[in-house]
């Protein structure tokens, strides 16, 4: 098989479907996109996926034993769903305090703690001035939202609830997030900063946020003067997110308050409140979850759920169905007075009310007070933003307080490349072919494509055929092209399907030899059904994330419905080739992977990589195996590799073919 570029044009047939109307009294968040013919189509289907997924809340469980029963399976995939599975080793904290402020009542310890080797996390511990010895203390962890304060770190914007904690007899760590810390990282990989391997690796920053926070439980629980009995979590924006996250991973915390830090996929989703958020928002939802059960699994530990009644990013309709099915899953265990939920008049920002409920939410709770708090506007950080007046100037708060201070062997700056590992899949030995590439495609649908059916349905023809495309129906919702070449039409005999996969513009054309039936598919998002692209908030290939998938998995389904399409529409006895370049022989190798009808495939030009720029991102297949293995794993379909003789990928994918004793079928060819 052979191919040579040539200009292609042609006229598209153009689909839209109607966008699925928005839930009852639900908030969007700026207008849809509609610039583009595909953009219908995705939001439609988008949010029909969200509400399924939504509507699944409590699916089984009915009872307190039924949900205790499912409750440690949760755990283990919400891990995974954040990075933390395998969960890191506890290593060394190795915690230092660098400096020591005194103030009215309270003192403030500078310190940093290593949450992984290297990954250093700066905080603020506060506590009372004249705390007794021995006594030991209730403490509460505090995580940071999104207000920056540059090199001086985001814990110093939130030193007034810390000092008053202190005052009134707690201990207070607050620390510092990856992005807006003293070492200044990254959040927004995907939001703007086009780290679609991110995907592929199952790393988000979300993930390490909340083993920070797991280790800086680690740190207090660890203090002579804390009492591990009496922790409380809380925080605001990211903070609140990061709470839900840490309360869920970790039951040392006896009780949570999260202020605006959640909504729903119907709000994420269908109105577009995604688009305000950044990636440390977010889990990769592989297990299709409902939102509300990462919040579940707080049940029946107290939980104090905040928010604004004008709150942009975490509107009311979202809020309202929240705090019903938290009510619902603590009613399970007689604990409705556990949960409780405030509305404050206002947006996005902590008003005296927000901070008056916390205060006594976590009086009541570690420390049997219920009394009202009357003093929590002392000590606050007032002034216009960019202009704030600070108790304690932010430069004092630095645990690093030059540049120069900050550790050599920092990883912060590059721990996305390090926090989730890496597969390491050796090739197949000898003999080991089979039982290799059994549990390789069992964990690639297990963490990467679990929205899989066992098998893909043909494709659906949509209309009549005019012999220049045709509409087809992949899945539900999702309606693409199929362009025939126009040289089929003098065939008297076909000997062999040929479907080339990307816009029938690409420049690609098949050189066709007798018998050769060539069709192109596009698939979604490309040719006549392309979509909006903003970047930032890239809302299309965020959103797929949130409901367990990718685009380019959705370009998969499409390859393979479609291939199951014209391979049984001709009887199913004649063979069928597909043919890819650069992404698209990614693409194609993973549908004949899991496309029994796909008889051979030419790949042109491959990624080695998921990690390699413009590599389709496929959710945590890096956990599994990178894009050599997937090849291999071809045999012993024909295969034709058009790459580097003496690259890494050939040599792997000639290794996997002799061990599955299928050279014969494996070609190999450096030059177009």
């Known amino acids: 098989m052979r191919v040579k570029r040539k200009i292609v044009n042609a006229s598209i047939l153009l689909a839209l479907l109607s966008l699925l109307g928005a839930r009852s009294g639900a908030q969007p968040y700026g207008e849809a996109d509609t610039g583009q013919p595909g953009d219908a189509m995705i939001q439609a289907y988008l949010a ?10 409590l699916e089984g469980v009915e009872t307190k034993e039924e949900w205790l029963d499912k409750k440690p399976a949760y755990r283990e995939e919400l891990l995974h769903m954040l990075g933390l599975s395998p969960l890191p080793e506890k290593s060394p904290l190795k915690a230092t305090v ?41 403490a509460i962890l505090y995580v940071c939202g999104h207000g920056s304060r540059g090199r001086n770190g985001n814990k110093t914007t939130y030193q007034s609830h810390a000092i008053w904690y202190a005052k009134h007899g707690y201990i207070c760590l607050v620390v510092d997030t990856l992005q807006m810390g003293e070492i200044a990282a990254i959040h927004h990989g995907t939001y703007r900063e086009n780290r679609w391997w991110w995907h592929s690796r199952g790393y988000t ?30 925080g605001r924006s990211g903070g609140g997110a990061a709470t839900f996250w840490i309360a869920a991973a970790d039951e040392r915390v006896k009780a949570s308050s999260a202020v605006s830090g959640m909504a729903d996929l119907p709000s994420y989703i269908n109105n577009r409140t995604i688009n305000g958020h950044c990636d ?41 169905r929240l705090i019903n099915r938290m009510e619902s899953i603590y009613s399970l265990f007689g604990a409705g007075d556990q949960v409780d939920s405030v509305v404050s008049k206002g947006g996005h920002s902590s008003r005296e009310d927000i901070r008056k409920a916390t205060y006594r939410f976590m009086n009541i709770h570690l420390k049997n007070d219920p009394r009202t708090v009357w003093d929590s506007e002392v000590d606050l950080v007032t002034g216009p933003r960019g202009n704030e ?30 926090f989730v590992p ?29 929205s899989f059916p066992d098998r893909i349905p043909a494709a659906i023809p949509q209309g009549i055929d005019d012999s220049a495309s045709q509409t087809i129906e992949t899945e539900p919702g999702i309606k693409i092209q199929l362009i025939p070449s126009e040289n089929n039409s003098t065939l008297r005999e076909i000997k062999r399907l040929v479907l080339i ?26 040719g006549s059904t392309r979509w909006t692209r903003k970047n930032p908030p890239n809302y299309v290939e965020r959103s797929h994330v949130l409901l367990g998938r990718t685009v380019d998995e959705g370009r998969i389904w499409d390859i393979a419905a479609t291939a199951r399409f014209l391979k049984e529409k001709q009887g199913g006895k004649i063979p069928l080739n597909v043919v890819g370049f650069g992404s698209a022989a990614t693409l194609v190798a993973y549908a004949a992977l899991f496309e029994s009808e796909i008889d051979g495939a030419l790949l042109i030009q491959p990624h080695s990589s998921h ?62």
């Not at 402020?101 to 310890?109: K, M, T, Y």
């Not at 009644?309 to 309202?320: E, L, R, V, W």
Request: proline fraction near 9%; hydrophobic fraction near 35%.
């Open 205 to 234: 920053s979300a993930g390490v946020e909340c083993w920070n926070g797991i280790r800086g439980i680690d740190y207090l629980v660890s203090r002579p003067d804390v009492d591990p009995d009496r922790i409380g979590l809380t």
């Open 48 to 57: 029909t996926q969200a509400n399924r997924i939504h509507d699944t809340f």
């Open 422 to 450: 890496l597969a390491d899949l050796e090739s197949p030995t000898n003999g080991e072919f089979g039982r290799w590439k059994k549990q390789l495609v069992s964990y690639l649908r297990n963490v990467t494509f679990r």
């Open 280 to 320: 440390c928002m977010f889990m990769y939802n592989t297990y299709e979850w409902p939102w509300a059960r990462i919040a579940g699994l707080l049940s029946p530990r107290p939980l104090l759920f905040v928010n604004g009644d004008i709150d942009p990013i975490f509107p009311m309709d979202a809020n309202h």
């Open 501 to 526: 996969v990307g816009p029938h513009d690409q420049g690609l054309k098949y050189e066709e030899t007798v018998g050769d039936a060539v069709f192109y598919c596009e698939p979604r998002g490309t």
């Open 611 to 672: 990690m390699e720029e413009g590599c389709p991102p496929l959710l945590n297949v890096l956990r599994v195996c990178d894009v050599p293995q997937v090849i291999g794993a071809l045999a012993p379909k024909p295969v034709s590799l058009l790459a580097e003789k003496d690259s890494s990928l050939a040599k792997t994918v000639r290794e996997i073919y002799s061990a599955a004793g299928a050279l014969k079928h494996l070609e190999l060819n450096n030059r177009l």
């Open 98 to 138: 660098t400096g020591t402020l005194e103030g009215d009542g309270f003192a403030v310890d500078l310190l940093h703690y290593q949450s992984k080797p290297g990954l250093y996390v700066t905080g603020n511990l506060y506590r009372p001035a004249n705390h007794k010895p021995g006594q030991k203390l209730p």
């Open 389 to 418: 007046v600070h108790p304690i100037d932010p430069v004092k708060l630095r645990v690093f307080p030059t540049d120069s201070d900050i550790p050599a062997n920092e990883l912060n700056t590059t721990i996305d490349e390090h």
